[in-house]
């Protein structure tokens, strides 16, 4: 497994955000993380990168306990996070956004450039020396993607990338992140939109309320109108 | 008009050495939000090593060697000060980092006497730059030109440095999103160390760089500290280019205010800071900042009135207060005596800092128009004491509501730049304003009436008044006043939202706590006998800062016991050792790393760990589950309710910096008046 996430517990001060957390990532698969606003999905990504400074139980990436790791050693192992509100540094170029995420090339994980990622963000290829807060909300989040990817890594938390986009851009958006899947990365994407996780993701996982409720592969819980009307439905 | 040119190039030079200062303090504070209070002692050390180094070598390359080699040790200095002590104090609130870099301040004050002896120091010319030059006929120092090139060279230098290398566009990452960077797999420990001594050498640098113009003295420090802050300020904090702009303007000032109106020469520059400010709050080329990584007070604890067990041990210490006369002499009741003005004068500002979240660097201006009030209605205007008395905080108040007016439309760093200036402002009017404040020499023979007069009732009269005082400051702190203040403190839009006018909220609590002090300075004029316009500097508003943070910033009456302990301390080690300053010092350093939280914090802290009945239990109280619902994991919450606000432990799983600050970092959604 490239990514195993057992028991994670996660609490913001007194109150307790997970309970029992448990599930995996297979090497290139994706995996997408479902469930309504303040279910947990954003804490269960942030808790894996370390930025969540009370929290329980193990994650182990690619065969290593992380969990006790600063975050900055989390992302030089190769585990790249996209957070949802996008972060991009406003002051900043996208030139020089994309520098900020540059690491070493990674033995088994795809390399990237930045000419490599203007071709898969062609939007962003005419804007190199536009300042992070000039551009628009998609550019801005695929500049976020982009930047994660500086860092080669081989495993990426996608934090509700298509939140706030257009349709169009929202399709756009998933055509790169397929083409992210088919250079070998493995994912997890957190999504309310059930329609666009079942354009990209192979397993499925269903959180409510801080808990586990569905595991399984994305086919399953199509076929389920159930669980899909439970957990999922607004 | 040749003059004038001369006049302006001897400015651009000042200008150099303050700008080289300030834009150290200005990269380390964008970078690790730290406003580092010893960079006047770095600038200080610069100096002080730079004469002794050009003493050793001789040459040219002796004496540039030596400049260099002194900013660097500076650096490297500043380094082990980083690693040993800022490291531990990145995740605790913002105050506290500048007390523990105040505590470095004081030992440093007393170690460079200890090394270099008190005398002033002159250091040697520059080789080669020793003469003058020819310009409109004036002669102008060659060492100033070179130090007109300096400044410059310098900011193209950090431009460089910031826009074309790796490290730079790092730092200016890190400026804005800490956790993000550390995200994408950057260590920022480092980033924070590397900046830390970039800073710490630029302020070598401009220390030692300076030397040729003017000699090096233990006292250095503090007055460059203050010109950078304002430098810092009127430039905007964490801009490179602002810090530039606003060295030149308040160098030239000095120059040209020197010449046109002596009289306000010393007040001029904040007086630029303060019109600054009103208009631009946020500096000449400053960005709004995000909300403060933590506001000071908020607490997981939420305060209570004392329970009757509490209120019995305090009775019970006040008795045996208000008997001291009995078993103590008259120097010990003095010093009981002025230790409860300050009691009073701490607690005045803690209902400000910590009730309502506003950090004053000037509180000592209401103390001091208080002791003003008093010596003026009774020397000038012959009053007996009991109605003088009252003029005190009578005058306090007027400030206050002058001042306060304006200061409450500030945020932050900038809220207490602007107080810092009105106490300034006036602390040189009653310096030079000669004819009605006596300006230097203060005002003499301000005694209390009879009826109040000696060792013992003067303490009785005092004691009453601060206990009174401190109750009242209490009685605010739980009153729907109060609540109204902590609401704005901890959610401005919400509270607005529900119908407080924040600026009046803010002004009305900024003219009581001035009220407050300026009653204790009207006591303290009476105690000391006379006035003088030390009263209102800085040291006293400092006083009063590290007396609320010692005895703890979330805590309803820490001060209190903050302001016994500290003044007793220092008067006791004055009495003691010629290296008070130093232990002081020591003591702070100690107390901000072991105990961040204060003396009162801490000691409630340990209370409420082994349930000791005096402290108030809450945790049996609390229906279990409650807190869950009250606080759902919905984002918008989680940096509202605050919970995340306590420091954090050091280090908790990665490395402190990275821990505590991600949670309550919602600069997006917290948005300060414009």
Redesign the interface.
């Given at each position: 497994m490239k990514l195993t996430v057992s028991n994670l517990e996660a609490r913001?001060?007194?109150?307790?955000?997970l309970f029992d957390v448990s599930f995996a990532v297979a090497e290139g698969q994706a995996l997408a993380l479902l469930g309504r606003?303040?279910a947990?999905k954003?804490?269960t990504l942030?808790s894996i990168?370390?930025?969540?400074?009370?929290?329980t139980g193990a994650i182990n990436f690619q065969g290593e306990d992380i969990?006790?790791?600063?975050?900055?050693?989390?992302?030089?192992r190769g585990l790249g996070?996209v957070?949802e509100?996008r972060?991009i540094?406003?002051?900043?170029t996208v030139t020089?956004?994309l520098?900020?995420?540059?690491?070493p090339p990674r033995p088994g994980a795809p390399t990237w450039t930045p000419e490599k990622l203007f071709e898969l963000f062609p939007n962003l290829a005419e804007m190199r020396q536009r300042l992070g807060g000039r551009i628009s909300g998609g550019e801005q989040q695929m500049l976020t993607i982009a930047?994660?990817l500086m860092?080669n890594p081989s495993l990426v938390l996608l934090d509700e990338p298509s939140e706030g986009l257009a349709p169009k851009i929202v399709e756009q958006m998933a055509a790169a992140i397929l083409a992210m899947k088919r250079e070998g990365l493995a994912l997890v994407i957190s999504e309310q939109n059930l329609r666009f996780a079942r354009l990209i993701s192979d397993r499925a996982v269903i959180i409510e309320m801080?808990r586990i409720r569905y595991a399984g592969t994305m086919a399953e819980l199509e076929a389920n109108p159930e669980i899909r009307d439970a957990y999922l439905a607004v | 008009m040749e003059f004038f040119v001369v006049q302006f190039l001897t400015g651009l030079a000042s200008a150099s050495s303050l700008f080289l200062a300030a834009s150290g303090l200005s990269i380390i504070f964008g970078v690790t939000r730290i406003l580092n209070f010893a960079h006047g002692a770095f600038y200080m050390l610069g100096a002080y090593l730079a004469v002794t180094l050009t003493g050793q070598w001789s040459g040219p390359l002796g004496f540039w060697g030596a400049i260099l080699v002194a900013a660097l040790a500076v650096a490297v200095f500043g380094v082990i000060t980083e690693i040993l002590l800022l490291r531990r104090i990145y995740h605790v609130p913002e105050l506290f980092q500048l007390l523990g870099t105040f505590g470095l301040t004081l030992i440093l004050q007393d170690v460079v006497v200890l090394i270099w002896g008190p005398e002033d120091l002159i250091g040697p010319r520059a080789p080669g730059l020793e003469g003058a030059v020819e310009i409109l006929g004036q002669s102008v120092p060659t060492y100033d030109l070179f130090l007109i090139v300096c400044g410059p060279v310098v900011l193209a230098a950090l431009w460089l440095l910031f826009h074309r290398t790796r490290w730079g566009v790092l730092v200016r990452a890190a400026t804005q999103d800490r956790d993000m960077v550390a995200a994408l797999g950057v260590n920022q420990k480092w980033l924070f160390t590397s900046v830390f001594a970039l800073g710490v050498f630029l302020a070598g640098l401009g220390g030692a760089l300076q030397l040729p113009r003017d000699s090096a003295n233990h006292m250095m420090d503090l007055s460059i500290i203050v010109e950078v802050f304002v430098v810092v300020v009127i430039g905007g904090l964490g801009s490179v280019p602002g810090a530039f702009l606003a060295a030149v303007i308040v160098s030239e000032l000095n120059a040209f205010g020197i010449l046109v109106l002596p009289k306000i020469s010393i007040v001029i520059v904040f007086l630029v800071m303060a019109a600054v400010l009103v208009v631009r709050p946020w500096g000449l080329l400053g960005r709004q900042e995000g909300a403060p990584r933590q506001a000071p007070g908020a607490t997981i604890h939420p305060w209570r009135p004392l329970r009757p067990p509490q209120q019995i041990a305090v009775a019970g210490m006040l008795v045996l207060a208000a008997c001291l006369p009995f078993f103590a002499g008259n120097y010990a009741l003095n010093v009981a005596t002025e230790i409860l003005i300050f009691v009073l004068f701490a607690q005045s500002l803690q209902l400000m800092m910590t009730v309502g979240g506003l950090v004053s660097f000037g509180h000592a201006a209401y103390f001091g128009l208080g002791a003003y009030g008093v010596a003026l209605a009774a020397r000038s205007l012959d009053l007996p004491m009991m109605p003088a008395v009252f003029a005190g905080p009578l005058l306090a108040l007027l400030g206050a509501f002058v001042f306060g007016w304006f200061t409450v439309r500030l945020v932050g760093v900038y809220f207490a730049m602007l107080t810092l200036a009105f106490a300034q402002i006036v602390w040189s009017i009653a310096f030079q304003w000669v004819e009605v404040t006596g300006g230097d020499n203060g005002i003499l023979g301000v005694w209390p009436a009879s009826a109040v007069g000696g060792a013992t009732r003067f303490y009785w009269l005092t004691f009453v008044v601060a206990v009174a005082g401190v109750i009242c400051l209490r009685i605010l702190t739980f009153s729907p006043f109060g609540y109204a203040l902590r609401a704005v403190r901890d959610s401005q839009l919400r509270a607005e939202a529900i119908g407080i006018d924040r600026l009046r909220v803010q002004w009305t609590a900024f003219m009581i706590a001035g009220t407050f002090a300026g009653t204790a300075g009207a006591l303290f004029a009476y105690l000391k006998g006379s006035v003088f316009p030390d009263y209102l500097a800085i040291p006293y508003s400092v006083d009063a800062l590290v007396m609320v943070l010692l005895g703890g910033i979330e805590t309803v009456s820490g001060a209190v016991v903050g302001a016994v302990v500290y003044k007793a301390l220092a008067i006791w080690l004055v009495s003691q050792t010629e290296f008070s300053k130093l232990i002081l010092g020591a003591v702070i350093v100690g107390l901000v790393v072991l105990a961040p939280e204060g003396i009162v914090g801490y000691l409630s802290k340990l209370a409420r760990r082994i349930k000791w009945p005096l402290a108030s239990k809450r945790d049996p109280e609390r229906p279990a589950g409650s807190s869950e619902k009250i606080m759902r994991p919905d984002k918008e919450k989680e940096s509202a309710v605050g919970f995340a606000l306590k420091p954090s432990p050091a280090g908790a799983g990665s490395g402190g910096v990275e821990a505590g600050s991600q949670e309550n970092s919602p600069p997006r959604m917290t948005k300060a008046e414009p």
């Open positions: 913001y001060g007194q109150a307790q955000i606003n303040g947990g954003s804490t942030r990168v370390g930025l969540v400074a009370d929290r969990a006790r790791l600063p975050t900055h050693e989390i992302g030089r996070w957070p509100d972060r540094f406003t002051e900043l020089e956004n520098e900020v995420g540059r690491q930047r994660t860092g801080g | -």
